[in-house]
């Protein structure tokens, strides 16, 4: 085998070695996250113990960006109502699943639950012409945020897209959802926020 032969092959071994690496991690911390579940509902509730819990009971970190429409949203702002945040992705098929449950929510019961949702893309991901599409294709009339970088991903220990934080009118977060959700368990988690 000559030597062009041998570096070709000996990169083809790096790459299927680093692959089934990434793949046992994955399922590891898919296997460990699985204990923190709760199944009773249609997304699962991240438990407070789970190290990839971002904090419950404790204030949500605060961030601003920018939304679709040119305008910022900062989190803090909306301390005084009930917040439901989401971080998902056009390419997400369980994000576009859940997206018409969460139009659905916002259009009848948002105003009387005291409740706003912030959508936020994982725009760094994902292209602006998609974002601009997903939206009016599902008629989206809550904010969507623009995610340009990791940084907030990092913060709010975003592994599984969607992932929905509940926020109470005091600024805490409530309850860590992942997957998604439908219109009855949305409500449901909403209304029971303080």
Known sequence: MNSRKKKAFGAIIVIVLVAVAAGTFI???????????DDDVPGYEVKADSPQSVGLGKPAPDFTLETLDGKTVTLSDLKGKKVVLNFWATWCPPCKDEMPHFQDYYEKYAKEDNA???????????????VENFVESFG???????????????????????????????????????????????????????
Do not use: H
Request: net charge negative.
């Open 27 to 37: 399922y590891q911390q898919l296997q460990k996250n699985q204990n923190t579940l």
């Open 116 to 130: 706003e949702i912030v959508a936020v893309n994982l725009t760094f991901r994902d292209r602006l012409s998609n």
């Open 140 to 194: 989206v009339t809550f904010p969507v945020l623009l995610m340009e970088d990791e940084e907030l991903m990092e913060t709010y220990k975003v592994y599984t897209i969607p992932s929905t934080f509940m926020i109470n009118t005091k600024g805490e977060v409530e309850k860590q959802i992942l997957g998604p959700l439908d219109l009855d368990t949305l409500r449901g988690y909403v209304t029971n926020l303080e």
